[in-house]
């Protein structure tokens, strides 16, 4: 089992609409989650940050659930711009330094 | 403020051949962290270090190397290129502690033939 498993998609979205995915992690001690966003052949750029009592971002929302060891990423009001790959990244734990374990994305394509 | 900046962005190799990477992070960043990133996937953690020593090894073979230097920039070498080293070679930044989000150079595109 991979460490990280995102969807790869892609998701269609109309814009406008609302897009939802999620990301499992199999390590239960597992500290710090991330989302960031690659666009095509760019380098990943950090998104947003994802707290345990679930954060906000103006248009995104980012959840953690622990007891089911996902988190989520939750986009409002697509814009044309939020087209990218979106990454899960987690830090496994205080042992595992500050390596950064990535999921293999899931692409969002958003129309018009 | 420059961000952090990876040369050179493209390089062509030949199987066999060794290649060395260089990455400078953001001015009073102390850590820099490796990652490669096989077209499709995500990025796969290489190597880190924090004020000059290794905190950090990915499941890379020994082919694969790092240092850095006194001023906290980081050179990857990669020796006896393969087919497979192709890929997307980045280089990440932070402050310090693992609760601060990274920030990624632009990456260095690695093609071997």
């Known amino acids: 089992r991979k460490e990280v498993e995102q969807d790869p998609g892609p998701f269609n979205v109309p814009e406008g609409a609302t897009v939802a995915f999620n990301c499992t992690y199999s390590n239960s001690a597992s500290q710090s989650f991330f989302w960031y966003r690659q666009d095509c052949r760019k380098e990943p750029k950090l998104l947003m940050s994802v707290y345990s009592s679930g954060n906000e971002d103006g248009r995104f929302t980012a959840q953690l659930n622990r007891a089911s060891q996902y988190i989520s990423l939750l986009i409002r009001d697509s814009k044309l711009s939020d087209s990218a790959t979106y990454l899960c990244v987690v830090i496994p734990s205080k042992a595992a330094g500050n390596k950064l374990t990535f999921g293999g994305g899931t692409r969002v394509l958003v129309k018009p | 403020d420059a961000g952090v900046t990876q040369s050179p962005t493209h390089l062509i190799k030949t199987r066999g051949q060794q290649v060395t990477l260089r990455c400078s992070p953001i001015?009073?960043?102390?850590?820099v962290s490796w990652y490669q990133q096989v077209l499709g996937q995500g990025p796969q953690f290489i190597f880190q270090y924090y004020e000059k020593e290794e905190r950090g090894r990915g499941n890379f073979p020994d082919r694969f190397s790092a240092r850095q230097f006194p001023n906290y920039s980081s050179e990857l070498n990669v020796n006896a290129l393969l087919l497979g080293d192709s890929a997307l070679y980045l280089c990440?930044?932070?402050?310090?502690?693992?609760?601060?989000?990274?920030?990624f150079g632009s990456g260095t595109r690695l093609t071997v033939v």
């Open positions: 990440a930044s932070s402050l310090q502690g693992y609760n601060y989000g990274y920030t």
């Open positions: 001015s009073g960043h102390k850590s």
